[in-house]
């Protein structure tokens, strides 16, 4: 995962925050929630984790950051988290336990989960072991800890599924119509369920599960940036679907908010209005390539096979029947509301290399078409005024 950008100016928020969205009204938070002494992040190796845990180590509000990964952070994330613990650990049981035991953990975020397989670290089995199973072996060294006051865990909109008989618009309370096909968002689905029956077991814990839609921004790296970036950009002929996307400094925002703050329960997290798929291939100055359903499969078969982007089946569903979620509960809560996914797709087009059919070239290319046709007129007219 990676992403992140300059934001421009916003109207400033009523507590000084680092975030780049719009602010609004809010709740203030308890002193206990605003002030965690010890803040365990997972997945800290990853883009996501080492900037939040980064910002956590920053904040004067937050005592001792600890980041915990399977594999250390690369040099460019490292060079950011000097003032971040780093424990080299998978997400074991007993190791957390020892980890939890010691460090007197008040808060931990759980930003360890695989998007996609990683066919160099076992495939689709691994991403499941390490989503599903490390999710279990965390809440339950969680359980242990006589301290812990909140959990904040990164999920996603693809827990909603994407199929024909979806609703306009997902709220919180929407359950997915049909079980989805892709790993990921099955995943998703488990851990969300381990952690209700987490809640059930320690109500004194606040968690917090945040449905992030797909990330977009200047620096990212994902499978959808990849295929955004694609000259010719593979779609369903007749479909058109819907898509929202957020992006990563608000994301990054509304994560740093739910741990220093105190805001329990699911929420939506996307940027306000859609584009349609054709919208944004237009945007990034691509060029689309309607083929029939059946055949979308095989041309992202062929597209990984090229090394060129790996689909996953939860964005074959995607790029069909598209997503919409409601967001209303998370600005009424965090008082924070992301910025648009139009304006967040385009600060990540203006990162990108121009496409050969980029905005400004269709705007030169229609200039000179209408002037074609002006000074053609005006021949006509010459022409019949002399007869």
């Given at each position: 995962?990676?992403?992140?950008?300059?934001?421009?100016?916003?109207?400033?928020?009523?507590?000084?925050?680092?975030?780049?969205?719009?602010?609004?009204?809010?709740?203030?938070?308890?002193?206990?929630?605003?002030?965690?002494?010890?803040?365990?992040v997972t997945g800290v190796g990853r883009y996501l984790g080492a900037r939040?845990?980064?910002?956590?180590?920053?904040?004067?509000?937050?005592?001792?950051?600890?980041?915990?990964?399977?594999?250390?952070?690369?040099?460019?994330?490292?060079?950011?988290?000097?003032?971040?613990?780093?424990?080299?650990?998978?997400?074991?049981?007993?190791?957390?336990?020892?980890?939890?035991?010691?460090?007197?953990?008040?808060?931990?975020?759980?930003?360890?989960?695989?998007?996609?397989?990683?066919?160099?670290?076992?495939?689709?089995?691994?991403?499941?072991?390490?989503?599903?199973?490390?999710?279990?072996?965390?809440?339950?060294?969680?359980?242990?800890?006589?301290?812990?006051?909140?959990?904040?865990?990164?999920?996603?909109?693809?827990?909603?599924?994407?199929?024909?008989?979806?609703?306009?618009?997902?709220?919180?309370?929407?359950?997915?119509?049909?079980?989805?096909?892709?790993?990921?968002?099955?995943?998703?689905?488990?851990?969300?369920?381990?952690?209700?029956?987490?809640?059930?077991?320690?109500?004194?814990?606040?968690?917090?599960?945040?449905?992030?839609?797909?990330?977009?921004?200047?620096?990212?790296?994902?499978?959808?940036?990849?295929?955004?970036?694609?000259?010719?950009?593979?779609?369903?002929?007749?479909?058109?679907?819907?898509?929202?996307?957020?992006?990563?400094?608000?994301?990054?925002?509304?994560?740093?908010?739910?741990?220093?703050?105190?805001?329990?329960?699911?929420?939506?997290?996307?940027?306000?209005?859609?584009?349609?798929?054709?919208?944004?291939?237009?945007?990034?100055?691509?060029?689309?390539?309607?083929?029939?359903?059946?055949?979308?499969?095989?041309?992202?078969?062929?597209?990984?096979?090229?090394?060129?982007?790996?689909?996953?089946?939860?964005?074959?569903?995607?790029?069909?029947?598209?997503?919409?979620?409601?967001?209303?509960?998370?600005?009424?809560?965090?008082?924070?509301?992301?910025?648009?996914?139009?304006?967040?797709?385009?600060?990540?087009?203006?990162?990108?290399?121009?496409?050969?059919?980029?905005?400004?070239?269709?705007?030169?290319a229609e200039k000179l078409i209408l002037e074609q046709i002006r000074r053609?007129?005006?021949?006509?007219?010459?022409?019949?005024?002399?007869?």
């Amino acid at each position: 995962m990676s992403d992140g950008t300059p934001a421009r100016k916003r109207r400033a928020a009523p507590a000084k925050s680092p975030g780049s969205g719009r602010a609004t009204r809010r709740s203030k938070p308890s002193p206990q929630a605003a002030r965690p002494a010890v803040v365990v992040v997972t997945g800290v190796g990853r883009y996501l984790g080492a900037r939040v845990a980064a910002r956590l180590a920053g904040d004067p509000a937050v005592g001792r950051v600890i980041g915990v990964d399977s594999a250390p952070p690369s040099p460019e994330l490292a060079r950011d988290l000097g003032g971040v613990e780093l424990r080299e650990s998978q997400l074991r049981t007993g190791e957390l336990l020892k980890l939890f035991g010691t460090a007197d953990v008040t808060a931990v975020a759980h930003l360890a989960v695989a998007t996609s397989p990683d066919p160099q670290r076992g495939g689709r089995a691994a991403m499941k072991e390490s989503n599903v199973i490390g999710t279990m072996q965390l809440l339950a060294a969680c359980q242990q800890a006589p301290r812990l006051r909140k959990l904040v865990v990164r999920s996603s909109t693809a827990a909603y599924g994407a199929s024909f008989r979806d609703p306009a618009v997902f709220t919180e309370d929407t359950e997915p119509r049909d079980v989805p096909r892709g790993g990921f968002a099955r995943d998703v689905l488990d851990i969300e369920g381990y952690v209700r029956g987490f809640c059930r077991r320690r109500p004194d814990v606040a968690a917090t599960v945040l449905r992030f839609a797909p990330f977009i921004g200047q620096q990212a790296e994902t499978r959808l940036s990849r295929y955004f970036s694609m000259s010719v950009v593979p779609t369903v002929l007749g479909r058109d679907p819907r898509l929202q996307f957020v992006h990563v400094d608000d994301a990054l925002e509304v994560l740093h908010r739910a741990i220093v703050e105190d805001h329990p329960g699911t929420f939506n997290v996307a940027g306000r209005g859609v584009l349609t798929l054709n919208q944004a291939i237009r945007r990034a100055g691509r060029v689309a390539a309607p083929t029939l359903e059946p055949g979308l499969s095989g041309v992202a078969a062929f597209a990984k096979r090229s090394g060129m982007v790996d689909f996953s089946l939860d964005q074959l569903d995607l790029f069909v029947h598209g997503r919409v979620v409601d967001t209303d509960a998370l600005v009424r809560e965090f008082g924070f509301e992301p910025r648009t996914s139009a304006e967040a797709f385009d600060e990540f087009v203006r990162a990108q290399n121009p496409g050969p059919l980029r905005p400004q070239r269709l705007r030169e290319a229609e200039k000179l078409i209408l002037e074609q046709i002006r000074r053609a007129r005006a021949a006509l007219e010459s022409s019949s005024s002399d007869d």
